[in-house]
C-alpha cells in the first residue's frame, strides 16, 4: 500500500507531501488540483513500462505536452519530481530537471529508475483499475475486448465493464466482506451487483449478453414480487445506471492489493445512492483495496463519515483531503480533513464545508 506521496513543480502542484491510507478522497473547488494528484500516480503508472526511462504523456490519460506538466512557477531547482513511498518503507523518485534551454525530449528523458517497483502496487500488470469522470453513456451494444478483460481490464470508461461482467457473472467476489448481506451466502458478482444497484434503484436487475461475438448487449430489469419485467435497454434507463455500473463491478472485482482510481464516482447518482457508494468503497478500503477517489459530492463524504462511526472502515485507515489554492501564488494546497472515530470533524475542517450551513441560514432567515 502506499502510504506517502511527494510531488514537486507539477502543474499546480508546486510542493506537496501528503500522507495516505486505505481510502484516500479528495474534494475542493473546481480547478484546485485534485484531478492532479490522481494524475500523477497515473503518469508514473504509464512512465513506469519503460522503467520511467521517459515521462510517458500519452496512455491511461494524456497530458500533453512536457511544458503543460511543468509548473508555470517552479521551485528554484527546476525539478520535477514524485516520490512514493509503501508499507514495507520502500520508496521510488522519479525526477527530471527542465531547463528552458532543452528540447522537450530531452526534458522527458532521463536516468532509468534503479528501485525494482514491478511488484509494487500502482504497478501490478493486473490489480490496476482506473475510472475517468467520463464514464460510458447508455448504448444498444458495447465494445468487447477479450485480452483486456482476461487481465482484468474495465477500460479507463468502464467501456469493457459489460464484457468483463459478462465472462465473470457468476465467479465468486474475491473480497466477501464486500456482499451487500454478509447473511447470505450467494457471492457472485452478479447477485452482488445488483444488491448494491438496488439502493441506487430498488429491485433493478442488471443482464448482459454476447451479440455475435462482436459485442456486448446490457439491459436492465425489475424484479417484483410476482415476477421480472421485461429488458430494457439502458438508452431507457437513464445515465445513473450505467455510470455507477462500471464502478460497482471495479469495486467488487477487486482484490486485496489493488489500486483503484475513481473520479467522482457519485455522477447522476441519487444522494442516497452516493452514500451507500461510500460505504461499499470504505468497505473495500477496509479488506485491503486502496481507492483513491476524487469527489465533489457531499453524500460520498458524509458516508464515509458515516462508515467511520458505524466501524466499516477506521479513521486512521482514511484519510481525506480539502484541496484549494494559496491566495498569492495560485498553488494548490491540501488540507488534512481531520475525522475522529465517531465521525465527527474537528472545528478546523469544519471550516472548508459550510456551504450547507449558509444554505440552511439563507432559508430560515
Not at 66 to 83: A, G, Y
Not at 218 to 246: D, E, H, M, R, W
Not at 260 to 284: D, F, T, V, Y
Request: aromatic letters at 8%; a negative charge.
Amino acid at each position: 500500500m502506499i502510504t506517502n506521496i511527494k510531488i514537486k513543480n507539477f502543474k499546480a502542484l508546486r510542493d506537496i507531501d501528503i500522507k495516505t491510507g486505505n481510502l484516500n478522497v479528495f474534494t475542493g473547488l473546481n480547478g484546485m488540483g485534485k484531478s492532479t494528484i490522481l494524475q500523477a500516480l497515473m503518469l508514473l503508472r504509464q512512465s513506469s513500462k519503460n522503467n520511467f526511462e521517459e515521462l510517458v504523456l500519452k496512455d491511461i490519460i494524456e497530458l500533453g505536452t512536457f511544458r503543460n506538466i511543468f509548473c508555470e512557477s517552479p521551485l528554484k531547482d527546476r525539478v520535477l519530481s514524485f516520490e512514493l513511498a509503501w508499507a514495507d518503507n520502500s520508496t521510488l523518485l522519479v525526477e527530471r530537471k527542465y531547463e528552458k534551454s532543452l528540447s522537450e525530449e530531452k526534458a522527458l528523458k532521463g536516468i532509468p529508475v534503479k528501485e525494482n517497483h514491478k511488484d509494487k502496487s500502482l504497478f501490478g500488470e493486473a490489480s490496476f483499475k482506473y475510472l475517468s469522470a467520463h464514464r460510458i453513456k447508455p448504448l444498444d451494444s458495447y465494445n468487447t475486448n477479450s485480452s483486456k478483460v482476461k487481465n482484468g481490464e474495465l477500460g479507463n470508461e468502464g467501456e469493457f465493464a459489460p464484457h468483463f461482467y459478462n465472462l465473470n457473472s457468476n465467479i465468486e467476489i474475491p473480497i466477501k466482506e464486500l456482499a451487500f448481506n454478509e447473511e447470505e451466502s450467494v457471492y457472485s458478482l452478479e447477485h452482488q451487483v445488483n444488491s448494491w444497484m438496488s439502493v441506487i434503484s430498488p429491485k433493478i436487475q442488471v443482464h448482459t449478453e454476447m451479440v455475435k461475438g462482436q459485442s456486448i448487449r446490457l439491459s436492465y430489469s425489475y424484479k417484483t414480487k410476482s415476477a421480472t419485467t421485461s429488458q430494457f435497454t439502458p438508452i431507457n434507463a437513464g445515465f445513473g445506471l450505467t455510470y455507477v455500473f462500471s464502478v460497482l463491478v471495479a469495486i467488487l472485482s477487486a482484490k486485496k492489493g489493488d489500486v483503484i482510481i475513481i473520479e467522482n464516482p457519485e455522477s447522476h447518482i441519487h444522494p442516497k445512492g452516493q452514500s451507500e457508494l461510500a460505504r461499499l468503497m470504505a468497505l473495500a478500503a477496509k479488506n485491503g483495496v486502496q481507492i483513491f477517489c476524487e469527489t465533489h459530492s457531499d453524500h460520498i463524504l458524509y458516508g464515509v463519515r458515516i462508515a467511520i462511526k458505524e466501524h466499516d472502515i477506521t479513521k486512521d485507515e482514511t484519510r481525506i483531503y480539502y484541496i484549494d489554492r494559496d491566495k498569492d501564488e495560485h498553488f494548490s494546497i491540501p488540507h488534512h480533513v481531520v475525522i475522529d472515530e465517531d465521525g465527527r470533524m474537528d472545528r478546523e475542517s469544519k471550516e472548508y464545508f459550510l456551504d450547507y450551513e449558509n444554505h440552511l441560514d439563507k432559508l430560515l432567515g
